[in-house]
């Protein structure tokens, strides 16, 4: 893979085993993860100086003190980092997100295998499949949708703006795809590559510049290719949405040449087995949010297997979230945020399709 600058559109090439390089620049490359992010001079700065020095861990431990712009949750401690880069081999994800004191979002990273809008942006890839060879997931998070896409031979690139996403994807979750870190508002380092499949699953919503996004999501998909963007909210949705959101006229003018669903219907088509059916853009104030596609054309398929379910060569176990009938939440914001929509929580039907079994990591 060759990246190009985010901050000159220069192509970059390996001037180490450590680094890449433009005219001007340089970057690090930790644990094969490229770091572009833009506004981080003083960690990039800090990274190539523990790189050239022949300290790679200690590179690697300043990395994953990085953070998204909005967090608000408790600083990473420098000891527990550490321990972390020297246990990397033997800890479960959850002990590794634990010492990066991801907080709520390690509960919802660690039970993303059966929460509702991750089986609906599932679908919604399932039900559009065009057989991709290459794929490219932007805010990738640690690598849930990734990891299905590898096991079915798609050769993918992540990425997210933050490191310890990246690194846990790698490690832990998805270590077939390839990473980089970069930040969407700057130049993308993928930009001259076409993947036959793109996508950005619960995370379009908070990117800035959503109309410059969407197009340079658009331009990144190949010729007969599916661009996927799943969980746009609804601002419009009975008590509230569950995070920043637009109307539909105005997505409909970010995506107007869109197949749009409501998730619920994705959700009942996968359990089901049926092809989900398109809403179209709506005013409908209990369509909490839609997902959209677009392709050059075919209609829906059934969703009676292929990514919409697990690999074939999966080991099953149950749900982590169950104890028999009993619903354990990880967190009260869990429960009120997917409670209502959790397959899981019924015992008819297919245990499979509704989660109550799940293919998670050898080390979750």
């Known amino acids: 893979m060759t990246y190009r600058s985010p901050v000159t559109g220069q192509p970059l090439v390996a001037d180490t085993p450590h680094s890449l390089a433009a005219p001007g620049e340089r970057w690090p490359v930790v644990d094969g993860i ?16 523990h790189l050239d020095a022949g300290c790679p861990d200690d590179a690697l431990v300043a990395l994953l003190t990085d953070q998204d712009a909005w967090w608000t949750g408790p600083a990473t401690d420098l000891g527990e980092l550490k321990q972390l880069v020297r246990e990397r081999d033997t800890l479960s994800l959850r002990a590794a997100m634990a010492l990066l004191r991801m907080g709520p979002v390690a509960d919802y990273f660690a039970h993303r295998w059966s929460d509702p809008t991750y089986l609906a942006g599932l679908a919604l890839v399932e039900a559009h499949w065009r057989e991709p060879r290459t794929g490219f997931e932007l805010a990738c998070g640690i690598g849930h949708y990734l990891r299905e896409l590898g096991a079915r031979g798609v050769a993918c690139v992540g990425a997210d703006v933050v490191f310890s996403k990246c690194w846990l994807a790698k490690h832990w979750v998805a270590p077939k795809a390839d990473y980089v870190v970069f930040d969407a508002a700057a130049l993308w380092p993928v930009e001259t590559h076409k993947f036959d499949l793109v996508a950005c699953h619960d995370a379009f919503y908070f990117l800035p510049d959503q109309p410059r996004i969407a197009g340079l999501l658009r331009d990144a998909v190949a010729p007969g290719g599916v661009l996927a963007v799943s969980h746009l909210h609804n601002v419009a949705v009975s008590g509230g949405a569950m995070g920043p959101a637009r109307a539909s006229s105005e997505w409909a003018a970010l995506f107007p040449d869109a197949v749009v669903y409501d998730e619920r219907e994705l959700r009942r088509a ?35 297997g292929g990514l919409a379910m697990p690999a074939a060569d999966a080991v099953l176990q149950p749900n982590p979230l169950l104890d028999g009938d009993t619903p354990h939440w990880p967190s009260d914001r869990y429960r009120t945020e997917y409670g209502a929509a959790a397959t899981w929580l019924s015992d008819s039907g297919d245990a499979v399709r509704n989660r109550r079994v799940l293919d998670l990591p050898a080390r979750w």
């Not at 490229?34 to 100086?49: C, F, H, I, M, N």
């Not at 853009?281 to 075919?298: F, K, L, M, P, R």
Request: glycine share 10%; no cysteine.
């Open 34 to 49: 490229p770091y572009l992010r833009t506004d981080s001079e003083g960690l990039v700065a800090v990274a190539l100086d």
């Open 270 to 304: 996968l359990l089901a087995s049926d092809g989900p059916v398109s809403t179209g853009w709506s005013d409908d104030s209990a369509i909490e949010a839609w997902s959209i596609v677009e392709t050059d054309g075919g209609e829906a398929r059934p969703l009676t």
